[in-house]
């Protein structure tokens, strides 16, 4: 009876090895020829375009613009936008820089500046700049609520697990 059972418990030990071995050479087989879908992902970029710029205001010290741009997800996978970092230019001067959402750090929990982006699906985020009046800005500074200036916008972006990417986009 000793042997018989000897013989059952190296039959098992026989079969967890033929199965591990499988499963590992079907793992590292499959992982090394196909890259995973984080891998695929970070391959593609958001497409981030300026699509209006609206002076709410303008006086003599100040004007306040309300700018807005269309981000779509080219990828299969739903993303978390941190944030956007963009220096806004008019007729090629520029008027501004501005933050939209945060640069998350570490594991925290979201403060609600972040936004979800589902793939295909545009999303719309606006901003407002308020810009003050001063010789950099002179030679704009009447056009402004006359629908004459050429917007143009370069600037980053941060998605959780990518590295910061950089965009530009216009518009008339």
Known sequence: MGIGRNV????IIAV???VGAFV???YFTSSSLQPSTT????????SIKLVNVLVKSVDDRKALLEISFSIVNPTSS???????NYTLYANNVRVGESIIGERLEGIVTGTGKTQYLLPNNPLILKDTMQINRSRAVEGIWDKLDSNSIVWSVDGRYSVTGW???EFKSSMQ
Request: hydrophobic share 55%; net charge negative; glycine share 4%.
């Open 78 to 84: 739903t993303l978390v936008l941190e944030a956007i």
């Open 163 to 165: 590295q910061e990417k």
């Open 8 to 11: 059952i418990i190296a039959g």
């Open 39 to 46: 891998q695929q992902v970070m391959k593609q970029e958001l």
């Open 24 to 26: 590992v050479t079907t």
């Open 16 to 18: 967890a090895a033929i």
